[in-house]
Antibody, heavy 117, light 107 residues
Framework: EVQVLESGGGLVQPGGSLRLSCTASGFIFSNDAMSWVRQAPGKGLGWVSIISGNGRSTNYADSVKGRFTISRDNSKNTLYLQMNSLRDEDTAVYYC??????????WGQGTLVTVSS | EIVMTQSPATLSVSPGERATLSCRASQSVGNNLAWYQQKPGQAPRLLIYGASTRATGIPARFTGSGSGTEFTLTISSLQSEDFAVYYCQQYNNWPLTFGGGTKVEIK
C-alpha cells in the first residue's frame, strides 16, 4: 500500500523560511518523480514543483521560482520543499504527491503553511 | 500557460441521476488529462488519467472522454459518496495546470 506523509508546516512571518518534508512508502521511491501541490484556503489546486526520480531534473511554477527549492533523499525515501522569502499568498495546505508521468497518483494528507505577521 | 476552464462551477444533482462535468483547455493537451475528486477535509484522489483510463479501484460509473481541448467526466448514477469537488489537470505542457473545479452537490 502506498503511503505519503507530509510534515513541517506551521506559522511563519512574511519573508521567513520553512522546510517541508514528505516520507513515502509502498513503491520504489527512487524510480518515480514526486511533486508538491498546494491549495489556498477555500481555493482550488495549484502545482508547485516536481523532481525526477534521480533528483537531477526539477521544475517550478513561476510563482515560486527562485524562492522554493525541491529536493529528495532517496536513501531516506524523503522529499523536501525549502521555502524562502515567504509571502502571504503562499498560505496553503501543501500536498506531497507521487508524480509519475506528471499526473498525481497518490497524495498525502497535506500540511498547512500559514504566512502571517 | 495552458488555462483549464471547468463548467459548471456548481452542479446540483439528485442521487441516482447522471452528472456531466466539462473541462476545456486553452490549447490542445492531446489526451494528457486527469480528473481528481476531493471531499471536504481530504486530499484529492486520482479518478481518470489519459482522458479516459480509470485509476486503480475507481468504479465503472466514472467515465472520462474527450481529447485535444474538450473533455468530459460523466458519473452515470450518483451515489452519496460522489458528492464532492472535481478537478481536471493537464500534464501535456509546463507548467502543470488545474481547472478551477466543479462542485457536485445534492439537489
Amino acid at each position: 500500500e502506498v503511503q505519503v506523509l507530509e510534515s513541517g508546516g506551521g506559522l511563519v512571518q512574511p519573508g521567513g523560511s520553512l522546510r517541508l518534508s514528505c516520507t513515502a512508502s509502498g513503491f520504489i521511491f527512487s524510480n518515480d518523480a514526486m511533486s508538491w501541490v498546494r491549495q489556498a484556503p477555500g481555493k482550488g489546486l495549484g502545482w508547485v514543483s516536481i523532481i525526477s526520480g534521480n533528483g537531477r531534473s526539477t521544475n517550478y511554477a513561476d510563482s515560486v521560482k527562485g524562492r522554493f527549492t525541491i529536493s529528495r533523499d532517496n536513501s531516506k525515501n524523503t522529499l523536501y520543499l525549502q521555502m524562502n522569502s515567504l509571502r502571504d499568498e503562499d498560505t496553503a495546505v501543501y500536498y506531497c504527491a507521487h508524480g509519475a508521468d506528471n499526473r498525481f497518483n497518490y497524495w498525502g494528507q497535506g500540511t498547512l503553511v500559514t504566512v502571517s505577521s | 500557460e495552458i488555462v483549464m476552464t471547468q463548467s459548471p462551477a456548481t452542479l446540483s444533482v439528485s442521487p441516482g441521476e447522471r452528472a456531466t462535468l466539462s473541462c476545456r483547455a486553452s490549447q490542445s493537451v492531446g489526451n494528457n488529462l486527469a480528473w481528481y475528486q476531493q471531499k471536504p477535509g481530504q486530499a484529492p484522489r486520482l479518478l481518470i488519467y489519459g482522458a479516459s483510463t480509470r485509476a486503480t479501484g475507481i468504479p465503472a460509473r466514472f467515465t472520462g472522454s474527450g481529447s485535444g481541448t474538450e473533455f468530459t467526466l460523466t458519473i452515470s448514477s450518483l451515489q452519496s459518496e460522489d458528492f464532492a469537488v472535481y478537478y481536471c489537470q493537464q500534464y501535456n505542457n509546463w507548467p502543470l495546470t488545474f481547472g478551477g473545479g466543479t462542485k457536485v452537490e445534492i439537489k
